[in-house]
């Protein structure tokens, strides 16, 4: 058990702080997609830039914690900090996105999956916040930038994920020629914008997905003698890059749009999230969460 002291110096009590910024957020554009009011959802963003700034606080005082107790690396390695950074992330790629879009349904997607990651973290038992030395492989830039790379590219499919399910709804709404729902119809950009933003987003997430990857083999050569060792989390990161190179490959060969572009969003971020937590959490390998103490490569 983590005293509230110890909370506090660490950064996690605002990370749990942060979380009850986002959830308020998500619950204020859950009321704005049955109101349609402008007001809830710019207070809805509001409350989610205040949380985000939290999180940035947070992120500063826990790494500075870390180098005071010796740790050169911020922590970035384990579950609890991969699980709040992922939210981070999130966030930065919604707040890009609305400032040049008018994407205000997609805020309740977004704060959906980020209260989620950031509930995940505070409440899991395995998902502990103590920072604890990382064996001498792990203490290693280049595994930073491995993990920074990655998270990236999990922000944006996870946008990409959202921008796919509005355009779900809205092009079954069209096509159906439903008048309920006619309000909410209002509240989504057109389908054009839609998937437009898919192919952008998908397509910078691939850009970051693949160097994470080449950066994560490079320095798996240095610390572990090999690039590639098939690795459960490593076969499925193949799997992930594989699904939205499949994504990009169709459109540009088979001139894929439309609902085809927006499932293959939807399924290739169920293939993130199982590549994520799925083969962390269940899969033994080096990437392994499931023994506590553990200090898994991302």
Not at 266 to 274: L, M, Y
Request: hydrophobic residues 55%; charged residues 10%; contains cysteine.
């Amino acid at each position: 058990m983590i005293s509230p002291n110890i909370s506090v110096l660490d950064g996690s009590l605002y990370f749990t702080v942060s979380l009850l910024f986002v959830f308020a957020s998500f619950i204020g554009y859950f009321i704005f997609l049955f109101t349609g009011s402008k007001t809830i959802s710019k207070i809805s963003f509001g409350i989610l830039i205040a949380g985000f700034i939290v999180q940035t606080a947070a992120f500063v005082i826990r790494w500075i914690y870390a180098y005071k107790i010796g740790i050169d690396t911020p922590p970035l390695v384990d579950l609890y900090d991969s699980l709040v950074f992922f939210a981070y992330v999130i966030e930065i790629g919604y707040i890009i996105l609305r400032i040049f879009y008018d994407f205000d349904a997609l805020g309740f997607i977004i704060t959906f999956i980020a209260s989620s990651a950031l509930a995940f973290a505070t409440f899991y038992p395995l998902a502990t916040s103590a920072i604890e030395p990382t064996i001498p492989a792990l203490q290693s830039y280049w595994l930073l930038y491995h993990i920074m790379t990655l998270f990236v590219a999990y922000g944006a499919f996870a946008a990409s994920f959202g921008l796919g399910i509005l355009y779900l709804i809205k092009n079954g709404r069209e096509n159906g020629n439903k008048k309920r729902g006619n309000r909410f119809l209002s509240l989504l950009p057109e389908s054009a914008v839609i998937e437009e933003s898919i192919y952008k987003v998908i397509s910078v997430g691939l850009v970051f997905l693949t160097a994470g990857i080449v950066i994560g083999a490079a320095w798996a050569d240095s610390a572990w003698g090999g690039y590639w060792s098939w690795d459960p989390k490593e076969t499925w990161s193949l799997i992930t890059w594989m699904t939205y190179i499949l994504f990009i490959h169709a459109r540009f060969t088979k001139g894929w749009g439309g609902k085809k572009m927006a499932w293959i969003a939807v399924i290739g971020f169920a293939v993130v999230i199982f590549c994520y937590l799925g083969v962390d959490l269940i899969i033994p390998g080096l990437h392994s969460y499931a023994t506590p103490g553990s200090s898994p490569i991302l």
